[in-house]
């Protein structure tokens, strides 16, 4: 039951890439939300003083304006923590093996690239290996976590079970 529900996991994930990654700019646009949402810019004078260097350029509050800079910000950690997510899910579906985690990283780097690669064939849209650099950070560091989290629980088990 357990693969059955994270074989369900995967499967959303792959299909919410593919459905996002086929829309154009506009309509993933988060600047309406963002606008409705935060009607006061919180915490603007505290990011305006946040810089983010991406693809050569300096993203920041005066470069791009509040409410596009906090889109920035989402969709980028968006890209991580999918991909985190994601290469953790492919992980607990593959068998047990020596080379598990790195195999998980390696089926991940393949959607990263695929899912940029999809994004470059949609108007208005550009595919960038910083995503896939991005989305790759997150894979390592979210699977790292859980196999932690997994040796903890489990050292936990046996210790309290003796």
Same mark, same amino acid.
């Not at 693809?55 to 980028?76: C, N, P, Q, V």
């Not at 985690?101 to 910083?130: C, I, M, N, P």
């Given at each position: ?80 923590? !999918?991909?985190?997510? @994601?290469?953790? +899910? %492919? ?5 047990? =093996?020596?080379? &598990? ?38 894979? !390592?560091?979210?699977? @790292?976590?859980? +196999? %932690? ?5 489990? =050292?936990?088990? &046996?210790?309290?079970?003796?």
């Amino acid at each position: 039951m357990k693969n059955l529900l994270l074989f369900c996991l995967f499967l959303c994930f792959v299909v919410g890439l593919f459905i996002s990654s086929a829309q154009t700019y506009e309509q993933q646009s988060l600047i309406p939300t963002l606008q409705q949402w935060l009607p006061g810019k919180p915490f603007e004078a505290w990011l305006a003083h946040l810089e983010i260097p991406y693809w050569g350029r300096m993203i920041s509050i005066e470069e791009r304006g509040y409410y596009h800079f906090i889109e920035f910000l989402l969709r980028k950690s968006a890209h991580f923590f !999918v991909f985190g997510a @994601l290469a953790c +899910v %492919i992980y607990l579906l593959l068998p047990k =093996h020596s080379f &598990r985690k790195l195999t998980a990283l390696f089926v991940t780097f393949l959607f990263a690239a695929a899912d940029e690669y999809h994004q470059s064939l949609t108007g208005g849209r550009t595919a960038t290996y910083h995503d896939v650099i991005l989305d790759m950070s997150g894979a !390592v560091i979210c699977l @790292l976590f859980l +196999v %932690i989290i997994m040796r903890f629980t489990v =050292h936990k088990k &046996r210790s309290s079970s003796i």
